[in-house]
């Protein structure tokens, strides 16, 4: 049916006149208008507080609110799976997640998530904020997306650290190796996301009232040569801006610069991806604001095993290394000594 968890939309004046499971079929959150209306039916969705028909016409302002329910027998129990972490404290862990571990229960992933691992690390001291299913979680990384992660052990860091991603006060960066040659040094994407009509598994740039705005900003470390296979690569470093579903990856493909690997959204042809069979995608850097005692964390975390081989692969089809993959590369490589040294 959906991610599990609990959500809230304010109806916007060009989404009013709408039937409730219309407007609710649009939602990330949801694959398909018979998803909303099994939702409707069964008493998850209210209208400002009351709970509400399917047929209901939707009024500008109104607040609809839905939870997504688990199925029956699915109960959280802590599971061993091995946790890489970075930064650890009473109120918050810093983690680098793996690859092929989906953050919390949804869908198909009703074991084996992070949040199981993380009740078996943490026991109960988890935040609570986000509701049973997602005990001490405050953003997401997808399936196979690697790297850094924050969680909460308490509501009150839960609380912060969720306002401080609301208003961009936390830093996120991600390395991507996409296809093709990027010209310019920098750039911005502001192009607004919702699901894809057509696959709804998908996300798109999308020009309707239940688009939300979405801005990726990039910055070029590294442009590599074509080869027999490819039209060549560049290695970009991106910063959300906002923390939509799939959102680095349905930019830079909207741009026509895929991520190479990617699954969903890419190419798909092996030689093309190096042979990666998930999305070259790492969150690299976090800096924040400690979210009890205001003290500035920095974390830079190298890229696994698989990215790490590429990169390799490709050094001698580099074009040379702009200033700021000398900056990135510098962190990344100090990081690493300092793990050696230990």
Request: aromatic share 6%; glycine share 10%.
């Amino acid at each position: 049916m959906g991610d599990q968890g609990r959500y809230e939309v304010t109806v916007r004046g060009e989404d009013a006149g709408q039937r409730l499971d219309a407007f609710l079929g649009q939602h990330e959150a949801l694959v398909s208008r018979s998803a909303a209306s099994r939702l409707i039916e069964g008493g998850y969705v209210r209208v400002n507080g009351a709970i509400a028909a399917k047929r209901h016409t939707v009024r500008a302002g109104e607040q609809v609110s839905f939870e997504i329910p688990p199925p029956e027998g699915c109960d959280l129990e802590p599971e061993d799976i091995p946790l890489d972490i970075r930064y650890e404290d009473e109120h918050m862990i810093v983690l680098s997640k793996q690859a092929d571990l989906v953050v919390h229960p949804a869908q198909g992933n009703w074991t084996g998530t992070l949040v199981h691992a993380l009740l078996a690390h943490c026991g109960g001291t988890l935040g609570s904020l986000q509701g049973e299913e997602r005990p001490g979680i405050v953003h997401r990384l997808d399936k196979d997306t690697t790297g850094l992660m924050m969680v909460a052990k308490n509501d009150r860091a839960q609380a912060a650290l969720s306002e401080a991603i609301k208003i961009r006060a936390i830093d996120r960066r991600y390395l991507a190796l996409v296809h093709g040659y990027i010209a310019p040094d920098s750039g911005l994407i502001d192009a607004p996301l919702g699901r894809d009509q057509r696959d709804r598994k998908r996300m798109a740039v999308v020009d309707s009232p239940s688009a939300r705005q979405s801005v990726t900003t990039f910055r070029v470390l590294e442009r590599y040569l074509a080869g027999t296979h490819d039209d060549g690569y560049t290695l970009v470093e991106c910063k959300l801006y906002t923390g939509r579903t799939h959102q680095i990856r349905v930019h830079m493909a909207y741009i026509e610069h895929a991520v190479v690997g990617d699954q969903l959204y890419g190419q798909r042809k092996v030689k093309a991806d190096r042979g990666l069979t998930r999305q070259f995608l790492h969150a690299y850097r976090l800096e924040l604001d400690h979210p009890i005692t205001g003290e500035r964390l920095e974390f830079t975390d190298a890229p696994s095993a698989d990215l790490s081989r590429v990169l390799r692969e490709l050094e001698p089809d580099s074009m040379g290394r702009t200033e700021a993959g000398d900056e990135v590369f510098g962190r990344i490589a100090g990081v690493e000594r300092e793990r050696g040294e230990r």
